[in-house]
């Protein structure tokens, strides 16, 4: 996933526009839809800026992101991040699973509740095992 497209996610996923982000983070709403479009590439204190107004690390803004390294249940969608938490389903999963799950996406979307993210990985368990 490009860094444009996971900007676009986190907002999405909090249900806010543009226009509350840009506010949250103190930056144009201009130049967060280059960010979101991919037309320019942000500074180390913009991402800092952007990750805060998540209310996440800079690490778990990047995650997903190609270039960048290892996952935190932080940075895992909303759902799934739900699935992990769960004492007792939860429990079932390695973090090699935990890290397969959080970069499933079809057409662009990702499951949107933990019962989506668990039938997931019973269908991909009984698959692959």
Avoid: C
Wanted: hydrophobic share 40%; net charge neutral; no cysteine.
């Amino acid at each position: 996933m490009k860094l444009s497209e996971r900007l676009r996610e986190l907002r999405a996923e909090r249900n806010l526009r543009l226009k509350d982000v840009a506010a949250i983070a103190g930056i144009s709403v201009p130049y967060l839809s280059d960010l979101e479009r991919g037309r320019t590439n942000p500074s180390l204190d913009t991402l800092q800026t952007l990750a805060t107004a998540y209310d996440i690390t800079v690490h778990d803004l990047l995650e997903s992101v190609e270039f960048y390294g290892l996952n935190t249940d932080g940075a895992l969608p909303k759902g799934l991040a739900d699935l992990v938490a769960d004492p007792v389903l939860g429990g079932q999963l390695t973090p090699d699973w935990v890290r397969t799950l959080s970069r499933i996406e079809l057409r662009g979307k990702r499951p949107r509740d933990k019962q989506d993210w668990y039938e997931i990985y019973l269908h991909l368990k009984r698959i692959l095992e």
